[in-house]
């Protein structure tokens, strides 16, 4: 996008749309933005500026109540750097809040060619469940490079596709652009779960350390039996956490991850992100082959949890084929919509 600063923004409203817009600091051009129809309500989402590409982040409320969760990014072209790994982050800080997600955006990733980068993106995209439906060239040059990333039921596969000739009527692009449709996401009655946690990272260790001091100065009474010793030990740890970092209640949706996506894949992801950041730090071999170690144990955890997966419930299911074959539509993202006659004469039905 060039400089929306100008009256680009005022037309786009008078043509009956609004803009979300994130200016790009310290570089030329306009940054990132979606456009979007006036009666869609968009709400902002803030998500952490990432150092290897550009996002602008929104919820889009549609008129029927659905809420799907949209990003547009830009990775500007040249070396690859810690992109994949910023990208990795980034979707695991999103993936957790949202249950329908849509992203779209330029990569300038040639995602048609075979390559190192380009399995890495793509098992980073599987790992989460996530599928990237663009098969056609969207750059005049012939390559893949804006991809329309989508998590299940959102975006409608069979109705990708690009369009090279607006490119007669605008000589300055070299994108082409890229059209799809939605799935308007099922109302569902929304889960919630209520959690309990403590913010201890605001405890003030100088004051801890004090009240701990002076709270344990005469302890323990010497008449004390072993039983009440700890007894009140307990309660005395109990009421100075209590008091440095008190319980609070917070009721959250319950929002479901992709089904093979459990805590030791969560953990395995875990350690793999401390490894690169200690191999960051220290530019070791060692460092950087434990770092591949963790990756490739990644990698090989996904692929073996979502086939485990697709194995127990074809098993499950090995006795209804009634249950198996809608299982198989679910994930072939198949219309379970009846075809009907395309007449208004009953007699004639």
């Known amino acids: 996008m060039t400089d929306m600063r100008n009256n680009t923004t005022a037309q786009i409203k008078n043509h009956g749309y609004n803009m979300h817009h994130v200016f790009r600091n310290g570089r030329t ?17 803030h998500t952490d500026a990432n150092p290897s590409f550009e996002s602008v982040t929104a919820k889009l409320k549609m008129a029927d109540g659905s809420t799907t969760f949209c990003c547009c990014i830009y990775r500007p072209p040249g070396p690859l750097g810690s992109f994949l790994s910023d990208f990795d982050d980034f979707l695991t800080s999103v993936f957790f809040k949202f249950k329908h997600f849509l992203l779209c955006g330029d990569v300038n990733l040639h995602l ?7 399995t890495e993106w793509e098992k980073l995209l599987s790992s989460y469940g ?37 490119l007669n009527s605008f000589s300055s692009c070299d994108h082409f652009p890229v059209f799809f449709k939605l799935h308007s996401p099922p109302e569902k009655n929304h889960s919630f779960k209520t959690i309990t946690f403590r913010d201890t990272k605001k405890i003030d260790h100088e004051i801890l350390s004090t009240d701990l001091y002076n709270a344990f100065s005469n302890f323990p009474d ?30 959250i949706r319950d929002i479901p ?27 070791s071999e060692i460092d950087h082959s434990i770092y591949n170690h963790h990756q490739q144990h990644c990698n090989e955890l996904a692929a ?14 090995s006795n209804s084929q009634k249950c198996l074959y809608k299982f198989v539509d679910t994930f072939l ?17």
């Open 112 to 118: 048609e060619k075979s390559s190192v980068h380009v």
């Open 333 to 349: 993202d198949k219309d379970t919509t009846l075809p009907l006659p395309t007449t208004d004469n009953l007699q004639e039905t």
């Open 29 to 45: 051009g306009g940054g990132v933005g979606i456009i979007y129809k006036s009666d869609i309500n968009l709400v902002k989402v």
């Open 257 to 283: 991850t992709a089904p093979w996506f459990d805590g030791e894949y969560k953990s395995a992801r875990a350690q793999k992100r401390k490894a690169e950041k200690t191999w960051k730090k220290s530019r």
């Open 130 to 166: 996530l599928d990237q439906f663009v098969t056609s060239p969207t750059h005049k040059k012939g390559h893949i490079l804006d991809p329309v990333i989508s998590s299940h039921k959102i975006a409608d596969m069979k109705s990708v596709h690009t369009c090279p000739e607006v």
């Open 304 to 317: 073996m949890k979502k086939k485990a997966f697709f194995r127990n419930t074809f098993n499950k299911y």
């Open 222 to 251: 010497s008449d004390s039996c072993m039983a009440n010793t700890i007894d009140r030990l307990n309660d005395m740890c109990k009421a100075m956490l209590d008091s440095h970092a008190p319980v609070y209640t917070k009721k």
